[in-house]
């Protein structure tokens, strides 16, 4: 009835794992868990070798990295049962009827997103900081928030998905390392007239990154953004609408040229700042693109 397919590198998932695993028997339903660690170092896969001798978890350690699209179409090609449950390896399940949620929705929809949440306490490790608050502002969004745009506010760390939809629309593989594969696979379900269904069923966002991690994979987002943007796609997220609407009104030159002389004070209070600013991280992304696009 239900695919569990968890995308692993470098997190401990087996608290995770071990929680869905009761939920799944709790409910009597028949259940696969697939656990594809994507060349993880030797620690983490110590950590997790454990889940191989797990009741309906099938623990694979591959020998190279794919990246986060292709390890989920593999993962998606592999499973056996109807519905898939993409969850990504930072999750922690704070429902007890978390799957018990989603399979009440197996029916009515072809694809549902569950959200997540961030801790609700400001961690006390400063370099965590600014992921923690930029994701708590922009992307644990509740249920009616993430409706009234459900494409552009999906994300791939917590959705069921039918197969057969899985099969006629993967992720597309060109987009390397992190950023934009989630929206990108939106687009081309709304292309496919896919919808998108919210609900309240979030998972915890466990997996908080150091500043100057957190910004170094942002700018890796951005370019990968203006790859796409270049081929006609996410035209309508919001860093491209931002540069166009800068670039119609003529004053995208003036704004990059304050951003670069902001820059190094800009980027210093990120980086090292209890309460980094979350316009001026919003400035630099927009000066990243500004950077790539112009290339």
Not at 60 to 70: I, Q
Not at 274 to 280: A, D, G, L, Y
């Amino acid at each position: 009835m239900l695919s569990i397919l968890i995308p692993v590198y470098n997190q401990n998932v087996v608290e995770l794992v071990k929680s869905l695993q009761t939920q799944c028997e709790t409910l009597d339903i028949q259940f696969q868990i697939l656990v594809f660690d994507d060349k993880s170092n030797e620690e983490t896969r110590e950590e997790n070798k454990s889940l191989s001798h797990e009741f309906g978890v099938n623990y694979v350690e591959l020998s190279e990295n794919l990246g986060r699209a292709r390890i989920r179409n593999r993962l998606g090609r592999m499973a056996q049962f109807k519905n898939l449950l993409f969850l990504d390896g930072d999750s922690k399940i704070i429902r007890d009827d978390f799957i018990a949620k989603y399979l009440e929705k197996e029916d009515q929809t072809f694809l549902a997103y569950g959200g997540r949440e961030y801790q609700k306490e400001k961690p006390k490790d400063q370099k965590l900081i600014l992921h923690w608050k930029y994701g708590s502002k922009r992307e644990a969004l509740d249920v009616k928030k993430r409706r009234i745009d459900p494409y552009l506010n999906f994300q791939s760390n917590n959705f069921m998905v039918k197969a057969h939809v899985f099969k006629n629309l993967q992720f597309d593989e060109k987009v390397k390392g992190y950023g934009y594969e989630d929206l990108l696979y939106a687009e081309k379900l709304k292309e496919l007239n896919v919808a998108v269904s919210h609900i309240d069923n979030p998972v915890l966002h466990n997996g908080l990154e150091p500043a100057d991690q957190f910004i170094s994979k942002t700018k890796n987002a951005v370019k990968n953004l203006v790859e796409l943007n270049k081929e006609g796609y996410l035209q309508n997220v919001r860093l491209t609408k931002a540069y166009n609407k800068l670039k119609r009104y003529s004053v995208h030159k003036f704004v990059i040229r304050y951003c670069l002389a902001k820059e190094g004070s800009m980027l210093k209070g990120l980086l090292g700042s209890s309460s980094p600013s979350i316009r001026n991280f919003n400035l630099l992304k927009l000066l990243e693109y500004s950077r790539t696009i112009d290339i």
